[in-house]
């Protein structure tokens, strides 16, 4: 069983940076694949960015891909989500999601667990 808990969202002016934070629970977060979504106002959730259990492989969405950053810490067991440029179409809730990877693999059809997700509003 792994807990997800999300952090670092906000209210913040176009152009600016977040990063935000998801702490996991458990002893083996290191053998878990993550990935970021995030659902807009009115919106399907949508995937955001992914990395593999050891940080080495990521992945983007192209509408993010240039001004977001993914990364990993093993030994804190929290994901981050580093947002630059922000732009009010990055307006959404952001959710952190996570899957037991037996490979180094971004690839993941179907997480299996998921956090309660950060607001994060661009306005000006």
């Known amino acids: 069983q792994v807990q997800l808990v999300e952090s670092g969202g906000g209210l913040v002016p176009p152009g600016v940076s977040l990063r935000l934070s998801c702490a996991a629970s458990g002893r083996t977060f290191s053998t878990y694949a993550v990935g970021w979504f995030r659902q807009p106002p009115g919106k399907e959730r949508e995937f955001v960015a992914a990395?593999?259990?050891?940080?080495?492989?990521?992945d983007y969405v192209r509408s993010v891909s240039g001004r977001f950053t993914i990364s990993r810490d093993n030994a804190k067991n929290t994901v981050y989500l580093q947002m630059n440029s922000l732009k009010p179409e990055d307006t959404a809730v952001y959710y952190c999601?996570?899957?037991?990877?037996?490979?180094?693999?971004?690839?993941?059809?179907?997480?299996?667990?998921w956090g309660q997700g950060t607001q994060v509003t661009v306005s000006s």
């Open positions: 999601a996570a899957k037991f990877s037996p490979i180094d693999s971004v690839l993941v059809r179907q997480y299996t667990y």
């Open positions: 990395i593999s259990r050891s940080g080495h492989n990521t």
